[in-house]
């Protein structure tokens, strides 16, 4: 590897230029303009430093794939109806992307669904548990939307898919919440889980809690958190705005360009269940250690790039700042994270660690925040972690 001495990034500020020339008393109204980086002085390896454009959909599963992200940012998460679901969890990794029954992993355990959701537009699913990973019990809480071309056709594929659900156990019997009367739910009386499915507007929500915890099934509590959930996802589904019919076949992939400054995902070593993608809110929380939305007020996000690496664009520099603030490395990590050096010839906001497994070093995290940008680069390997890094960092301050 080459080895560049370091140095802060440079700012020109064209209009001081322009003034010097003509006048010292003279001032011209501009804007700081950041020196375009040369990767020449940083090493990059064979990463991407050059913006790409992502292009149109090609194939209905990209439509479908692309849709499903886009709805993902106003999916409700479990912690907006109860604090008390602290993690993100799942038995086993699995994507929160659905197109087809896989993307509903254990949730539902009968196999009609790609046939009675045939024509599903995408779907998003999020599942949180209480605790901790080291707790051996917990309150786990799924909620899952679909979406449909249209309102008659979300009204026959939510009972349906009920129906299926709610047949495939002799044990179960029917639920009426109080509160979402249209709703259809069942529970095993003997068991302390409940699965709902609310039909709204061209949504289908289906909810499952299972509760480790709870010393004997209780009903109540059970209709209670479900109707909680629903109190927070339905209002959520009104403000989203699905492609039109006629924009859907080769809808943008990365209309805001963030996904061009992010680094794309080896397909022959993907590390993440889901697809690379451009979130604008919520979507991207799967990719953050956090049980709040703080992050997304705090930076004031509107774009978020989701492949190789994590981009966070924020709206204003000052809200970027903010952000970093709150996460900057050196004043976060736990007893679990050791600090390491950061990549050769990168000064400024950056801070980089690794991961302790049984005190030794595992996977290693750079994360840097400059202009309105915040990224979080993650590789087992540091070599391969500081190229990454130092071309995320070429990426973001191209012009």
């Keep these: 590897m080459r080895v560049f001495a370091s140095r802060a990034p440079l700012w020109v500020f064209v209009a001081l230029v322009l003034a010097a020339a003509t006048a010292c008393t003279t001032t011209v109204e501009g804007t700081p303009v950041r020196q375009q980086t040369d990767p020449a002085s940083l090493e990059v390896g064979n990463y991407q430093i050059t913006p790409r454009v992502v292009g149109n959909a090609k194939t209905d599963k990209q439509s479908r794939v692309r849709e499903s992200q886009r709805l993902s940012d106003y999916v409700a998460l479990p912690f907006e109806s109860d604090p008390g679901y602290t993690f993100e969890c799942s038995d086993g990794v699995r994507p929160h992307v659905v197109t087809n029954h896989k993307g509903l992993g254990d949730l539902l355990i009968n196999d009609t669904f790609d046939d009675v959701a045939h024509d599903l537009r995408g779907g998003w699913v999020n599942t949180w548990c209480s605790g901790s990973d080291a707790d051996d019990l917990h309150r786990k809480l799924s909620l899952a939307v679909l979406e449909l071309p249209d309102a008659d056709r979300a009204a026959t594929v939510g009972p349906a898919l009920e129906h299926d659900d709610f047949t495939y156990n002799t044990d179960n019997?029917?639920?009426?919440?109080?509160?979402?009367?249209?709703?259809?739910?069942?529970?095993?009386?003997?068991?302390?889980?409940?699965?709902?499915?609310?039909?709204?507007?061209?949504?289908?929500?289906?909810?499952?809690?299972?509760?480790?915890?709870?010393?004997?099934?209780?009903?109540?509590?059970?209709?209670?958190?479900?109707?909680?959930?629903?109190?927070?996802?339905?209002?959520?589904?009104?403000?989203?705005?699905?492609?039109?019919?006629?924009?859907?076949?080769?809808?943008?992939?990365?209309?805001?360009?963030?996904?061009?400054?992010?680094?794309?995902?080896?397909?022959?070593?993907?590390?993440?269940?889901?697809?690379?993608?451009?979130?604008?809110?919520?979507?991207?929380?799967?990719?953050?250690?956090?049980?709040?939305?703080?992050?997304?007020?705090?930076?004031?996000?509107?774009?978020?790039?989701?492949?190789?690496?994590?981009?966070?664009?924020?709206?204003?520099?000052?809200?970027?700042?903010?952000?970093?603030?709150?996460?900057?490395?050196?004043?976060?990590?736990?007893?679990?994270?050791?600090?390491?050096?950061?990549?050769?010839?990168?000064?400024?906001?950056?801070?980089?660690?690794?991961?302790?497994?049984?005190?030794?070093?595992?996977?290693?995290?750079?994360?840097?925040?400059?202009?309105?940008?915040?990224?979080?680069?993650?590789?087992?390997?540091?070599?391969?972690?500081?190229?990454?890094?130092?071309?995320?960092?070429?990426?973001?301050?191209?012009?």
């Excluded at 009367?181 to 499915?197: C, E, L, Q, Y």
């Excluded at 209002?235 to 963030?258: N, R, S, V, Y």
């Excluded at 061009?260 to 070593?269: A, K, S, Y």
């Excluded at 991207?284 to 930076?299: A, C």
């Design 173 to 399: 019997r029917a639920v009426t919440l109080a509160k979402y009367p249209d709703t259809k739910a069942h529970w095993r009386p003997n068991v302390a889980s409940i699965g709902a499915w609310t039909v709204h507007d061209r949504y289908v929500v289906f909810i499952k809690i299972v509760d480790e915890l709870a010393a004997t099934p209780d009903l109540t509590d059970l209709t209670g958190r479900t109707e909680r959930m629903l109190d927070v996802a339905l209002p959520l589904l009104d403000k989203f705005q699905p492609t039109p019919a006629d924009k859907f076949e080769h809808m943008p992939l990365d209309p805001d360009g963030i996904l061009g400054r992010t680094l794309p995902t080896n397909p022959e070593e993907p590390w993440r269940p889901d697809p690379d993608g451009a979130y604008t809110g919520r979507g991207s929380i799967q990719s953050l250690d956090t049980g709040d939305l703080d992050y997304l007020t705090i930076g004031d996000i509107d774009l978020v790039g989701y492949g190789d690496a994590l981009v966070f664009h924020s709206r204003t520099g000052a809200a970027a700042r903010a952000l970093w603030d709150k996460r900057n490395p050196a004043t976060t990590l736990t007893e679990n994270e050791r600090a390491i050096a950061p990549p050769p010839g990168m000064t400024g906001d950056i801070g980089c660690f690794a991961h302790l497994v049984n005190g030794q070093p595992g996977y290693k995290q750079c994360t840097f925040h400059v202009d309105r940008y915040n990224v979080q680069a993650v590789a087992l390997n540091q070599t391969e972690l500081y190229q990454k890094t130092a071309a995320e960092y070429v990426l973001v301050t191209s012009r």
